[in-house]
């Protein structure tokens, strides 16, 4: 019997080159996680009507949300330099 994983939701957004970078980093970091709506969201009108769901690992929630923190404001970042 495969293993229950239990997700927990930790970002939602249209935006789907950002989601890309996301997946990206994640897959690097080898977490866990799917995006829910991705593929409903290339048909028809989908893309404006369904957001992408970033769903993890309820375990991992707190280090994902600590790596899209430095994805948020790079120009905040680059300032405090």
């Known amino acids: 019997m495969p293993e229950f994983i ?5 970002l939602v957004t249209s935006d789907f080159s950002k989601m890309a970078v996301i997946k990206s980093i994640l897959g ?5 996680y799917f995006v829910q709506g991705e593929n409903f969201a290339h048909v028809g009108y989908g893309a ?3 957001p992408l769901r970033l769903m993890v690992k309820k375990d991992e929630v707190e280090e994902v949300k ?3 923190k430095g994805l948020e404001s ?3 970042n680059s300032e405090e330099r």
């Open 6 to 10: 239990d997700y927990k939701e930790v």
């Open 28 to 32: 690097a970091e080898g977490i866990i």
């Open 48 to 50: 404006i009507a369904t």
């Open 66 to 68: 600590e790596i899209l």
């Open 74 to 76: 790079p120009r905040k």
